[in-house]
């Protein structure tokens, strides 16, 4: 059954039984509570992000957006069973619309037909879950490795010319994995020498630190020009294998997610770049379709794309753009946005880098 009919169904069955629906918004769906319930359930704590920025941020544009709006909230702690449990509560309790940041896109399927079967739409946040979601938001991940490729190629220098890299990737478990590497190849394949590529299991920066022990074993330390890394918590893991290894001066390192840790190790030119994705953007994304799609509206005017998953076309997404952070940027990007302060990245463990960065003045 589609999603039109659906509300149709749901709405007939509303009239037959003279349930009277408090307002929200311009429409009023609402559930039998009195109110609108949108689930939000974000994987875990793979990055800092999600408790610091998405949470908060989501929950706060739903209650701009609708007043009478209530957020259930679940974190997985990156457990697929346990994200899949969530799921079922929710749809026990009877939200009307669910967040769905998937711990496995792969396996949320099941999670999200059970949704679907209840008349729940599903908005896929940041990894598209498969299964019959109704809309989609994230950052363009392609786009996300070119720009992690270029960043890498640039701060090779000479060495961009034949030199050798190491590939830490994401989790293959997480499409964005994927669309991350795609991107990242177009960039490097036919510049640089692929020395070792991994897929890290679970984003896990302890797996990033053995794979990349592995990778200085087999290659030499000398004989390693970059490291291409697909997000910050695997930065740390290459860096901290690096540093163990006595490797110095370290290579190029990049990464994404702009957490603060990265932030101060580019300031201290441990790392060379992140990809910052203004989380703010996103977050406004996915709340502005969670409500419409709770008032019973379509989202042809907060969708500006349309992507396919492996199972199901044309699902209605907005794809942001991301934007590389480096040491000449970060009063430009995360200081200027309101992620961080001047004085939580520039701690008293980074002032004199902060200092020669120009971050101080």
């Known amino acids: 059954m589609n999603l039109y009919l659906r509300r149709a169904a749901v709405a007939a069955a509303a009239v037959s039984l003279a349930v009277v629906l ?6 009023g769906n609402t ?7 949108i689930g939000l359930l974000l994987p875990g704590a ?3 992000r999600a408790e610091h920025f998405d949470r908060p941020l989501i929950e706060k544009k739903i209650k701009d957006l609708c007043g009478d709006c209530r957020v259930e909230y679940a974190n997985a702690k990156e457990d697929v069973a346990t994200q899949h449990q969530q799921v079922h509560s929710m749809v026990t309790k009877g939200v009307d619309v669910l967040i769905l940041d998937p711990v496995d896109a792969k396996a949320a399927r099941s999670s999200v037909e059970t949704a679907d079967h209840a008349g729940i739409p599903v908005v ?3 990894r598209l879950a498969r299964g019959p979601i109704s809309g989609y938001v994230s950052f363009d991940g392609e786009k996300v490795g070119e720009i992690q490729g270029r960043a890498l190629l640039k701060a090779m220098g000479d060495k961009a010319d034949g030199g050798q890299i190491v590939m830490m990737n994401g989790s293959p478990t997480d499409p964005n994995s994927a669309a991350f590497k795609r991107g990242a190849l177009s960039v490097l394949q ?3 020498k692929i020395g070792k590529a991994y897929d890290t299991a679970w984003w896990n920066p302890e797996n990033a630190h ?5 990778a200085i074993s087999a290659l030499g330390a000398d004989n390693i020009d970059g490291v291409y ?10 860096i901290s294998a690096l540093k163990a290894a006595e490797v110095s001066p370290l290579p190029p390192v990049t990464g994404q997610d702009a957490d603060i840790t990265a932030v101060q190790r580019i300031v201290s030119g441990e790392q060379y770049m992140t990809v910052y994705k203004p989380f703010k953007l996103e977050a406004e994304a996915a709340a502005e379709m969670a ?3 709770a008032q019973g509206e379509q989202l042809g005017d907060i969708a500006t794309d349309m992507v396919d998953s492996p199972t199901i076309e044309d699902i209605p997404a907005v794809l942001l753009t991301p934007i590389s952070l480096t040491a000449d940027n970060i009063k430009d990007t995360v200081v200027k946005d309101g992620v961080y302060t001047i004085n939580q990245i520039c701690t008293p463990k980074y002032k004199a880098a902060c200092e020669r960065a120009g971050l101080t003045t």
């Open 124 to 126: 896929a946040y940041d």
């Open 291 to 293: 409500v419409a799609l």
């Open 210 to 214: 053995i794979n990349m022990s592995g």
């Open 22 to 27: 408090s307002s929200c918004g311009k429409t």
């Open 190 to 192: 036919g510049k640089v």
């Open 31 to 37: 559930s039998g509570t009195g109110g609108v319930t």
């Open 46 to 48: 793979g990055t800092p």
């Open 229 to 238: 890394s697909a997000n910050d918590g695997l930065a740390g893991g290459v």
